[in-house]
Nanobody, 128 residues
Framework: QVQLQESGGGSVQSGGSLKLSCAAS????????MAWFRQGSGKKREGVAA???????SYLDSVKGRFTISRDNDKNMLYLQMNSLKPEDTAMYYC??????????????????????WGQGTQVTVSS
């Protein structure tokens, strides 16, 4: 059973940086993908970035060049480094994982319905 726990959220000013972390259990040796999603107040949940066990990554267009997703398989951790933050990045950020899901060369983040395992989220607030 996969369990995910996010941390690292907080409040920053526009232009600032935050690094989100997701501690994962039950993913050792897993072939599949992990991803970060976010949901702002009154908005639909959207995929921000994803990474699979082959090392492929994909990003939401609006975060390309600002956010970087990475994973440390030895520590069973997923990260999201967020730089040049904007007020529109304000949202609850969720970590997700799905066994067997690979990104290939699609370049896009899979829909949230493709993921079965979710963390409880960490809030990111960016003020102008």
């Amino acid at each position: 059973q996969v369990q995910l726990q996010e941390s690292g959220g907080g409040s920053v000013q526009s232009g600032g940086s935050l690094k989100l972390s997701c501690a994962a259990s039950g993913v050792v040796g897993m072939t599949g993908s992990m991803a970060w999603f976010r949901q702002g107040s009154g908005k639909k949940r959207e995929g921000v970035a994803a990474i699979d066990s082959d090392g492929n990554t994909s990003y939401l267009d609006s975060v390309k060049g600002r956010f970087t997703i990475s994973r440390d398989n030895d520590k069973n951790m997923l990260y999201l480094q967020m730089n040049s933050l904007k007020p529109e990045d304000t949202a609850m950020y969720y970590c997700a994982a799905q066994r067997g899901l690979l990104l290939g060369g699609t370049g896009w983040v899979p829909h949230d319905w493709a993921f079965n395992s979710w963390g409880q989220g960490t809030q990111v607030t960016v003020s102008s």
